[in-house]
């Protein structure tokens, strides 16, 4: 099982539409959660990270459930310009250091 | 938010050939920077977490004396790929790590897209 699985999509949703993104995590011992936007052929960016009582910037909801180790990112009202690929993001520390895991990505297409 | 940046941006070598890539946290001070590497629609794997002024820690799989890391400050990591081969062809994203009370953020270079002949 990957440590940090995703489903790849592609989402193809209408401008306004809702839609959601869910990231499974493997590792109990995660601490931190993230998701990331990554243009194509661009650096990830951080979207917002993902906190246990849940967190909301404007269109965008993020949620964490550590029972069932998945996080979800909501989006709503959909614009063309949210077209992009959405990574999750799970880390923890060990021995001193942290260690990231990066999703495989999950691939939004906003259609007009 | 923090400004990190990468040198090269591009680069074509020979195979056999070594190279070189800088990566800097303009505007803030990084103690702990991340190498990733990026296959066309794949997602970034983390190859080493580099931490100024120690060794750098690898990941699982990743040569560590073919992918020479050096963190000698707090602004400046650089990742030296050793006698390229082809299959070393990829896009190499470094990142600095930002900690504070209550957050932890990553800010990522624009990437190196290396192409080895």
């Known amino acids: 099982r990957k440590e940090v699985e995703q489903d790849p999509g592609p989402f193809n949703v209408p401008e306004g539409a809702t839609v959601a993104f869910n990231c499974t995590y493997s590792?109990?011992?995660?601490?931190?959660f993230f998701w990331y936007r990554q243009d194509c052929r661009k650096e990830p960016k951080l979207l917002m990270s993902?906190?246990?009582s849940g967190n909301e910037d404007g269109r965008f909801t993020a949620q964490l459930n550590r029972a069932s180790q998945y996080i979800s990112l909501l989006i709503r009202d959909s614009k063309l310009s949210d077209s992009a690929t959405y990574l999750c993001v799970v880390s923890y520390y060990s021995g001193g250091y942290q260690k990231v895991t990066f999703g495989t990505g999950t691939k939004l297409q906003v259609i007009p | 938010g923090a400004v990190v940046s990468q040198h090269p941006s591009w680069v074509i070598c020979k195979s056999g050939t070594s190279v070189k890539i800088e990566c800097r946290s303009l505007d803030f001070q990084a103690t702990t920077m991340f190498w990733y590497r990026q296959f066309p629609k794949q997602s970034l794997m983390l190859m080493a977490t580099s931490n100024e002024g120690s060794k750098a820690t690898y990941e699982q799989g990743v040569e560590k004396d073919k992918f020479l890391i050096n963190h000698a400050s707090l602004t400046l990591s650089t990742l030296t790929v050793t006698s390229a081969h082809p299959e070393d062809s990829s896009f190499y994203i470094c990142?600095?790590?930002?900690?504070?009370?209550?957050?932890?953020?990553?800010?990522f270079g624009p990437g190196t897209r290396l192409t080895v002949l």
């Open positions: 590792n109990s011992a995660s601490q931190s």
């Open positions: 993902v906190y246990s």
């Open positions: 990142s600095a790590r930002v900690l504070g009370q209550g957050y932890n953020e990553q800010f």
